[in-house]
C-alpha cells in the first residue's frame, strides 16, 4: 500500500460535517477499509509502475486488498488505525512494529508470498520485488512502519492524514520510539516532513525499469510538536481469526496527505 498522489478534495456528493472518530479497526471495516486504501492509491507512481493498465490495476489492487487486510487485522504485529465520520471509514493507516517483533521469519514470508501468488497473477513477482525494494531501506533498529495509509478521494484535503499521523505519533513519542516510511510522491513527502521525519540515506531511491522515485524517511520518535493527540490511543488486542483466513505473517516483512497516505 502507498500514499494516495497528492491532497486535495474531490468534487462529488456533498461531505458530512461530523467529527471524525480515531479509533482502531475492526472485521467490520473490511469492505470499508478495501475500498478507501485502493481508491486513495490506485494512481500513485509506484501503483502504475506495478500495473500499467488502470482496469487491470483496480482488479487486482481489489482482489489483493480483500485477501490481505484480514491477514492484517489478525497480525498482532500491525495496527491498523481508522478515522469515521458517522460511521463511514474515511481514511486508514496501517502500521508495522517492528519494535516487539523481528524483521523477518522465513514461513511467514512463504504463506505472504503463496497469497501474493494466488491473488495477483502475473504481477505477483513484480509485488513481491517492490516489497523487497523497500524492505531493504529499512533501519534494522526498533521502530514502527508506517506501511499504507489512505484517504478517500472526496475526503482528502481536510486534515484527516495527519490526525491519523498524529494519533500514532502521539503514543511513538511516549515510548520514544521512531518511525519509517517510503514516500511515493512529493505531496507525501511535504506532509511527512512536516510532521517530524526525515530524509534517510539514498534519498531518493528508484524503482527499476526507469521506475519512479522513492523517498525513505525517519521520525526519531522524540515528541516534535505540542499539540495534543485528536483521541487517545486504543491498546492494540489481537484479534481472533474469522474462518477461512490466514495470517501473512506472526512478524513484520514488509514496509512500502495529508494524504488528507
Known sequence: MTQPAAPGSSPGRPLRTGVPTLRAATYE?????????????LDTPDAVWLIADRDERETV??????????????????????????AEVCAVAVWDDYADHVLSDAQAEARWR?????????????????DDITVAHQPRTKHFCLSGIGVRPDRQGYGLGTRLLRYRHHELDAMNLPSYVVATTRAARHLFAREGYQDRDPSPFFLPDA???????????????ASRPPHPTTPHTPLSIPPGYTVRRSVQGQAPEEVGR
Open 29 to 41: 471495516d473490511l469492505d470499508q477499509i478495501t475500498e478507501v486504501m485502493v481508491t486513495a492509491c
Open 61 to 86: 489492487y481489489r482482489r489483493y486488498s480483500a485477501a490481505m487486510f484480514p491477514a492484517i487485522l489478525a497480525d498482532d504485529a500491525t495496527y491498523v488505525d481508522v478515522a469515521d465520520i458517522d
Open 114 to 130: 503463496a497469497l501474493v501468488n494466488s491473488v495477483s497473477g502475473p504481477y505477483a513477482d513484480r509485488i513481491v520485488l517492490l
Open 211 to 225: 521506475g519512479p522515485a522513492m523517498w525513505p524517511m525517519v521520525r526519531d520518535g522524540r515528541a516534535r510538536r
